[in-house]
């Protein structure tokens, strides 16, 4: 039996959750800003962390209270310690090592990406070897994961993150902050009308998708200056179509070549219907191969997540000390567990 708390302050969202045992969620809660953001067209990292600061410690405790647990009962604080904003994540990690000290807990420091992929487990076990297309704000990533907690990056992108690329075209659209959510239902709507380059069709699993994001705004650029309309569903369908053909091509050929058993898709873009729709269509085609998408409640950023990541780490007690300092820039790889 155990309880952990979990906090998540990497970005825009200040969440915590706490679980029980494997996989039960006594609370979760997430304060967003996007409101505050959108008025801004994109993540400000001082207005962040100054928000956090504000509603931490009512997020805490509207956290324990519906959880209807006090501190004295939780076993462990697992909290992000990168990568993402500095001064985002110090609030986070402060409240966290506070919170460690006064109640004398052990400290878990979580991979903010590690996260998103073990929200896999918010269901079932991840079956290994595993492969997962992480899309999110902020990252790209195929990562092979040949045992749990092992992770290789086999392929990222070179440039934007899938979830930037959306956020940048919704820009173009004049789409509120985060266009992602509305580009996808958009393109629902949408036909094929306009033609837009493959990014980074080629034999590695890397991505690209700035040269993709120039071609929308040089495409809203000449209709404006030939006085045309542009169609916002049809070029949404576009968009939509050549982001999701390229990652789903290239997880396939890579759950192929590294002979996976499951498939996962991770991250705030996971949420994406169409590339959760288009992923199925092809995994449905492989047999003896598990698909999992993580639920919607999981896929953008929120504690359980790291929760649920942080309890792999507390199986295998790697706990930190109070030196531990956040990591803006942190490599996945460096995360693994060597099989025992
Ligand atoms: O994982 P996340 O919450 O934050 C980071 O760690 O970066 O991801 C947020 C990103 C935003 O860029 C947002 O536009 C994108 O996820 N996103 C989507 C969808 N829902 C969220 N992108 C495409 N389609 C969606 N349905
Ligand atoms: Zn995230």
Not at 179 to 201: E, N, R, S, V, W
Not at 223 to 251: C, G, I, P, W
Request: some cysteine.
């Amino acid at each position: 039996m155990s309880l952990l708390l979990a906090i998540e302050s990497s970005c825009d969202e200040m969440a915590m959750a706490v679980l029980k045992d494997q996989r039960e969620f006594l609370s979760s809660v997430v304060a967003s800003q996007i409101d505050i953001h959108a008025m801004y067209g994109g993540v400000v990292p001082e207005i962040a962390s100054r928000k956090h600061v504000e509603c931490v410690s009512l997020v805490l405790k509207e956290t324990l209270q519906q959880a209807h647990v006090t501190m004295e009962q939780i076993d462990a604080i697992c909290v992000t310690k990168g990568p993402g904003l500095v001064g985002s994540l110090h609030i986070g990690l402060q409240v966290a090592k506070t919170l460690a000290l006064a109640f004398d807990k052990p400290l878990i420091g979580v991979h903010h990406i590690a996260g998103h992929i073990y929200a896999n487990n918010y269901e079932k076990d991840i079956v290994y070897p595993a492969l997962c297309l992480v899309v999110s704000g902020g990252h790209t990533e195929l990562v092979y994961m040949k045992s749990p907690f092992s992770f290789e990056v086999i392929g990222e992108t070179l440039d934007d993150a899938v979830g930037e690329a959306y956020d940048k075209v919704g820009r173009v659209l004049g789409l509120p902050y985060p266009g992602g959510p509305i580009i996808d239902q958009l393109a629902f709507q949408g036909k094929p009308q306009y033609t837009l380059p493959k990014p980074l069709d080629d034999d590695s699993y890397n991505f690209s998708f700035s040269g993709l994001k120039s071609a929308v705004i040089n495409l809203a650029h000449n209709m404006t200056q030939r006085h045309e309309e542009m169609n916002h569903e049809n070029l949404a369908y576009s968009f939509q179509n050549v982001v999701v053909d390229v990652l789903v091509n290239k997880t396939i050929k890579a759950a192929k070549e590294y002979h996976v058993k499951e498939i996962m898709l991770a991250g705030g873009a996971s949420a994406n219907k169409g590339l959760r729709q288009k992923i199925k269509e092809e995994v449905d085609k492989m047999p003896g191969v598990i698909l999992s998408l993580p639920p919607m409640s999981c896929c953008t950023d929120n504690a359980m997540m790291i929760a649920l990541a942080g309890k792999v780490m507390y199986d295998h007690h790697l706990f930190s000390d109070l030196s531990l300092g956040i990591k803006p820039h942190l490599d996945l790889e460096l995360e693994s567990i060597e099989e025992e």
